[in-house]
């Protein structure tokens, strides 16, 4: 994978970095329906329904909005991960992959017209507060959710720090939905944090961000040394952790597997297919492993924990994973932002696929769930 901050909202993204101006565009999209079905000519279709709006609307629209908007409508029937960003969305994602950024701590994707909670970020708003996996998100401030595209409804979700945001949340398991009020905060994400617990070394990753390799390797060099001899093994944590950037999910598996394929992305053409494989300089430590995931683990982390069951290298103990084994690609538009689309899927060792399987435990266990 590419090495550019590669996070759509806490969503796992293959990013591709690629300036495209307009003409370019053009250009390209008239390569691309060569050999494609006919029906591609529909865009004339389009071209005359937004002649009719700009020429007959009762109030003289927007352009560019109504443009977004369309853009924004054809990528929302492929998939709830594909989008359109703007230029502050951009920004705003590439700060997120950083590890630094403004908002709840929470990290959603769109089913069936409403927010789905993935996982709440460890130490923020959204965690004290009580959000949890696969809780639905149907209001923000009393405004309904349906209806809002995915960025927008995380657009509403953000704002200054120490103000105020009211969600309506209908929780599996409940009948009623009720609200949950929150104080926005900056959210400073500690992606790694450890500790030795008897003769066992105790890692936990929130996320994968740009700080999770120097973090993990800090963590085992410091636990190895406290340990010396004594350490029996690891246990690494990835509950209600929503994922992140690949190239360090791929650098976490390597520090247990010595060798063999990681994960292998692959898309609509197989000679385009990606295997990402351990390389045994990263490779630091043959004690057994014990790798805990919920229903809020997802992306990055699935990645991890299938590589590891999969190799027979670690136990996998909680819940079924989240399932979220798309890639996204970040195609830049230079000042008019960037289009998100999902473009491959994420295969374990083995060859299954990620996307809305999830991991399955070797040990089942509800009561690894983490308390928020």
């Not at 053009?26 to 004339?44: E, K, N, Y």
């Not at 279709?45 to 927007?62: H, I, Q, R, T």
């Not at 992306?299 to 069951?309: D, H, P, T």
């Not at 008019?336 to 374990?348: D, I, N, P, S």
């Amino acid at each position: 994978m590419t090495r550019n901050n590669a996070k759509l909202f806490g969503l796992l993204l293959l990013t591709i970095a690629a300036s495209v101006s307009w003409q370019e565009l053009g250009a390209r999209t008239r390569s691309a329906a060569h050999g494609l079905s006919p029906d591609f000519r529909q865009l004339d279709l389009f071209g005359n329904a937004f002649g009719l709006v700009l020429s007959d609307y009762v109030e003289s629209p927007d352009q560019a909005k109504l443009i977004r908007a369309a853009i924004n409508g054809m990528l929302a029937s492929l998939d709830p991960h594909s989008s359109f960003l703007t230029l502050k969305q951009f920004k705003e994602f590439q700060v997120e992959s950083s590890g630094k950024f403004g908002g709840l701590g929470i990290e959603v994707t769109m089913e069936n017209g409403v927010l789905k909670v993935i996982a709440p970020i460890d130490d923020t708003p959204a965690s004290h507060a009580g959000i949890l996996a696969n809780d639905l998100i149907t209001h923000i401030d009393g405004q309904e959710v349906v209806g809002m595209a995915l960025n927008e409804a995380i657009d509403k979700m953000r704002g200054q720090t120490n103000t105020p945001i009211t969600l309506t949340i209908l929780r599996p398991g409940k009948a009623d939905p009720f609200d949950v009020k929150l104080i926005r905060d900056q959210i400073h994400v500690q992606s790694v944090k450890s500790n030795a617990e008897g003769d066992v070394g105790y890692l936990r990753i929130s996320s994968f961000t740009e700080q999770t390799q120097g973090g993990i390797d800090e963590a085992i060099n410091r636990i190895e040394r406290e340990l010396g001899p004594n350490l029996k093994g690891w246990i690494l944590d990835l509950r209600n952790n929503p994922g992140g950037l690949v190239d360090q999910a791929v650098s976490v598996s390597n520090k247990f597997l010595k060798k063999g394929e990681i994960v292998s992305i692959r898309g609509r053409d197989p000679a385009k297919d990606e295997h990402l494989y351990a390389k045994p300089a990263r490779w630091v430590s043959d004690k057994a492993v014990v790798v805990l995931i919920n229903g809020g683990s997802a992306s990055a982390s699935e990645i991890v924990a299938g590589a590891l069951q999969d190799h027979k290298r670690a136990m996998v103990i909680g819940t079924r994973s989240f399932g979220k084994g798309s890639v996204q690609s970040v195609m830049s538009f230079g000042s008019e932002g960037a289009l998100v689309l999902t473009t491959a899927r994420y295969y374990t060792p083995s060859g299954n696929s990620i996307q809305a399987k999830g991991i399955v435990p070797d040990v089942v266990s509800k009561r690894n769930c983490l308390r928020m």
